[in-house]
Each structure stands twice: as structure tokens, then as C-alpha cells.
């Protein structure tokens, strides 16, 4: 591809993953960013949010379509950062990690490095998205005492219209 290409895809996906409104269009970006880099595709699944333990971002049960998102997690930096840009970037992080366990990835070994070479190719190396992949997802969470954070326990909740977002970015 032509570095001018290049970088007028990069120009788009930080576009888009600013401005992106909800889980549904970040997973659209999910998407189209390893349909990008690795030409890989996964259609039909559904995200469940949940409060789960603040060590963990999110999970994937192998056979299933399901993606759990850790709610209180994403609470606490919607609580610590204003910054819908960072918001979005540590959520892209969490699903993009998830959806390459789906595409057939069982090992942390082979999902780690493909999220940081999925985030560069897709923001650039000085993106905040790329960084969050480097140092992980929790560099952005140092100074919160996580440990000892009470995590309220609320019922597990299906994100409704989570694919549905994909026809808005086809028209
Ligand atoms: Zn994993």
C-alpha cells in the first residue's frame, strides 16, 4: 500500500474511533481495522457487559458468540478520563483482544502482539490506542487503587444493536 493511502486510512480510523458513539461503532472499528490488517472477518456476535473482577477487561468463551465487557471496569475510566477519545481507544483495545480469541486465537501469545499490530497499522505508533496496546490496557488506570476498590454487582446486561451498527458505515 502507498504511504499516502496509508495515511489517509490511519486519518479515517482515528476519525472514526474519536467520534465513535457506543460500543456498537467501535466494534465497527474492530472490524474494519483486522478486516485491514489481516483480512479477516466475524459476523453475529453479541457483547453482554458485566461487573467482574478489575484485573480482567473482558473475555470470550471459546464456542460461543458471546464477548463479556467488565462494566465496572470501563466505569472507572469513564470516571477518571473525560476524554471520549481515550474511552473509546481502551475499549477498541479490550473488544479487538476478545475478537481475535473469536477468530480462532486461543493463545495470549499470538492475541498480544496482533492487538499492537492491528493498533499501529490502524492509528499509528504515537497513537494513544497504540500504547494502551503496548503497555496494556491498565497503564492508563496506574494510581487507582484497584485492589481495593469496592465493584458494585449489578445485573449482566446484552448490549442491544450491537452489530446493527455495521449498515450505518455500508450506506
Ligand atoms: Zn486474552
Not at 465513535?20 to 478486516?35: M, R, S
Not at 468463551?61 to 466505569?75: D, F, H, K
Not at 481507544?89 to 498480544?112: I, K, M, N, T
Request: aromatic share 8%; charged share 25%; net charge positive.
Amino acid at each position: 500500500m502507498a504511504s499516502d493511502e496509508k495515511f489517509l486510512r490511519m486519518k479515517k480510523y482515528r476519525s472514526r474511533l474519536e467520534n465513535a458513539e457506543g460500543y456498537g461503532e467501535v466494534w465497527e472499528i474492530v472490524k474494519a481495522t483486522v478486516k485491514s490488517s489481516l483480512n479477516e472477518r466475524r459476523v453475529g456476535m453479541m457483547l453482554f457487559l458485566d461487573d467482574l473482577p478489575l484485573r480482567l477487561g473482558a473475555y470470550h468463551s471459546l464456542g460461543t458468540n458471546n464477548i463479556v465487557l467488565n462494566r465496572a471496569l470501563v466505569n472507572i475510566v469513564e470516571a477518571a478520563s473525560k476524554s471520549k477519545r481515550l474511552i473509546n481507544s481502551f475499549v477498541y483495545v479490550l473488544l479487538l483482544h476478545e475478537y481475535l480469541h473469536a477468530l480462532g486465537r486461543p493463545r495470549e501469545a499470538q492475541v498480544r502482539p496482533l492487538v499492537y499490530k492491528i493498533s499501529r497499522e490502524s492509528f499509528g505508533s504515537n497513537h494513544i490506542t497504540t500504547q494502551l496496546a503496548e503497555l496494556g490496557p491498565w497503564s492508563i488506570l496506574k494510581g487507582i487503587p484497584l485492589d481495593t476498590m469496592d465493584v458494585p454487582k449489578r445485573v449482566i446486561e446484552i448490549v442491544k444493536d450491537f452489530e446493527k451498527a455495521d449498515k450505518k458505515y455500508i450506506i
